[in-house]
């Protein structure tokens, strides 16, 4: 079975699209735990942190860069928001295609989980 994110990239499965260009796509999560949830991916297939090389250093500063001109765009640049990305099994990451996590809305614990 296809890459779900990758799927959605490519508009083979429906999401609710924030943001894209022709690296990244941005899109709110189907369960979300804020009242902004947006998960920022790179249309590029990368299972996870794991597996970044220099070659994708530009990349993942450019998933950065959106996150926080959505959380602008989204008016949490006052309050704050969190950028997330969860890595293997203690993290509990459940989609192998790399993702940011935009978290904003409400007041957010720390520790995590
Ligand atoms: P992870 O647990 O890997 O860090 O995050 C995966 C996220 O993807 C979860 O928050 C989950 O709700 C979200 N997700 C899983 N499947 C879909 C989907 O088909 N559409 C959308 N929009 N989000 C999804
Ligand atoms: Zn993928």
């Not at 079975?1 to 189907?30: L, Q, R």
């Not at 500063?61 to 309050?79: D, M, P, Q, T, V």
Request: aromatic share 6%.
């Amino acid at each position: 079975m296809k890459c779900i994110f990758c799927s959605i990239a490519e508009k083979s499965i429906p999401a609710k699209v924030e943001y894209e260009d022709t690296e990244v796509v941005a899109f709110h999560d189907i369960n979300p735990q804020a009242p902004t949830h947006i998960l920022v991916i790179p249309r590029k297939h990368i299972a996870s942190l794991r597996d970044i090389s220099q070659a994708h250093v530009e990349l993942m500063g450019k998933l950065l860069k959106i996150s926080s001109e959505l959380a602008r765009k989204l008016g949490h640049e006052e309050r704050g928001y969190r950028v997330v990305i969860n890595t293997g099994p203690d993290a509990g990451q459940s989609v192998f295609h790399i993702h940011a996590h935009l978290l904003a809305g409400r007041s957010l614990g720390w520790p995590p989980g």
